[in-house]
């Protein structure tokens, strides 16, 4: 059976960091680090019969303090561009281990053979600020309370905001494509509404809709957003995933992309 545990192994800058919190009835810290590395790695309760691959993919376990426990993991373990994979065996079948009452996932720490494969943030604090024309002072952002405003009421609302010195106009999370505020109506008409205060003010604003949605469809009007105009959109991360977030950045629309 494979050692997972080693207090004196220095992880190396291409290991992925992982901490956990873990409280159990039944079994001590060790005997709980030993269960949730092998179960999120190579074992899960099976016999591991490539004993010479397995002492190079298999995690270690080097740190236990108080009820936190600290495990590298070898970055070849991953398919290094799939959030499902690694998230999947960070966050897995871990939790489904009886004799652990509690467990948190704490910290991930990724090298930057993981990280690189990521495109990352396409706009920036600095990028918002260049479009906003907004050099130093805060920027100010609000959402349209209620929800029921038709389309024509939202963007009538939205200008009267920006009128009134916000910057940027973000849809609420529960606001998609209802029946009394239909997605492509609100668009067309919050961003006829944008464009008329700018010229108004000759300041630049920018509204952020909300595409939350199955995948392709929020791809669909991703692209229905950027044709009418818009400069940025919204996706529920906490909702849809980090999949779906992945899929839109890779679009590459030159959108903004705002994370809720």
Known sequence: MLNYINIKYKPSKDDVIVEYYVESADL???EAAERIVETSSLGEWTDIFNKKTAKKLKPTVFELKENYIKIA???????????PQILSTLTGNIFSINEIK?????????????????????????????I?????????????????????EYAREAKHIWLGGCDIIIDNEKLTNQS???????IIQTIDARNKVEDRLNQPKIYIPNITAETAEMVERLKFVKESGGRAVMINT?????????????IDSKMIIYSN
């Open 28 to 30: 001590t810290l060790y």
């Open 132 to 152: 906003l024309a907004i050099k130093s002072r805060p920027i100010i952002s609000s959402s349209i309370k209620p929800l029921i405003l038709n389309p024509k």
């Open 73 to 83: 993991y070898p970055h070849n373990l991953f398919e290094k561009n799939s959030i």
């Open 102 to 130: 509690n467990l948190r996932l704490e910290d991930i720490s990724f090298p930057l053979k993981i990280v690189e494969k990521y495109k990352g943030p396409k706009f920036g604090i600095k990028e918002i600020r260049k």
């Open 238 to 250: 906490l909702i849809t995933g980090f999949s779906a977030l992945q899929t839109l950045r890779n």
């Open 180 to 186: 009394f505020n239909k997605f492509k109506d609100r």
